[in-house]
């Protein structure tokens, strides 16, 4: 058996990692993450509840926008790093949009296979977080290049707001890697199977 060669450079993964509520809401009907702040741990999550691995973060542009409105950072940011840090951050939108001061924003339009290759090359051999909404993540999963869900129930229910993942995803694409208490969550973790 023949070693692979030289030039091939390991991809990371593509990963969906989020918090929801028991009934599969991301966010309520205003956009507010307000929900998850109000849950022991949700303000400041527990190291082991996001991707330390990713380079690169994937985001739609309603994350985008609360980000930014929900801490000012474009009056202030230096708050950009605390979440972000210097990783770039790739944003699907169709409209023009600030960026804060010192972020690594690359705007994005279109299906996320056209936009792959420049998220991959973005992010090296590291892993590509996608943030959120839901609806971008569906679009990896319909695309075949989601790799994992990982996903952190809080013992909250709404009564509306913007899905988990608004698709429908048969049993035979998810295989349960972990199930685990992480503080106040519930902690699963799914290998996603190729179409």
């Known amino acids: 058996m023949s070693a692979a060669p030289a ?31 109000a849950v022991e741990g949700g303000e400041v999550p527990e ?16 994350t985008y926008e609360w980000l930014l409105r929900e801490n000012d ?16 951050t790739f944003v699907f939108t169709t409209r023009e949009l600030p960026v804060p001061d010192g972020a690594d924003v690359r705007f994005v339009a279109g299906p996320v296979a056209g936009a ?13 977080w996608v943030v959120g909404g839901g609806d971008l993540a569906g679009q990896f999963l319909d695309a075949d290049l989601l790799d994992r869900i990982s996903i952190s129930v809080a013992p909250v229910a709404l009564t509306g707001g913007a899905p988990l993942l608004p ?15 992480v503080g106040q969550f519930a902690r699963l973790v799914y290998e996603v199977r190729r179409g």
């Open 116 to 128: 792959i290759a420049a998220i991959r090359e973005a992010a090296g051999d590291g892993d590509v």
């Open 47 to 62: 190291e082991t509840l996001y991707p330390a691995s990713a380079t690169v973060l994937v985001e739609g542009s309603s």
């Open 73 to 88: 950072l474009l009056a202030h940011p230096e708050k950009w790093q605390e979440f972000h840090g210097a990783k770039p």
């Open 7 to 37: 030039s091939v450079a390991r991809m990371g993964r593509i990963l969906f990692d989020t918090a929801t509520t028991l009934n599969g809401y991301l966010a309520d009907e205003d956009d507010s993450l307000a929900w998850l702040f």
């Open 167 to 181: 698709r429908r995803v048969s049993a035979d694409r998810l295989r349960l890697v972990s199930a685990e208490a």
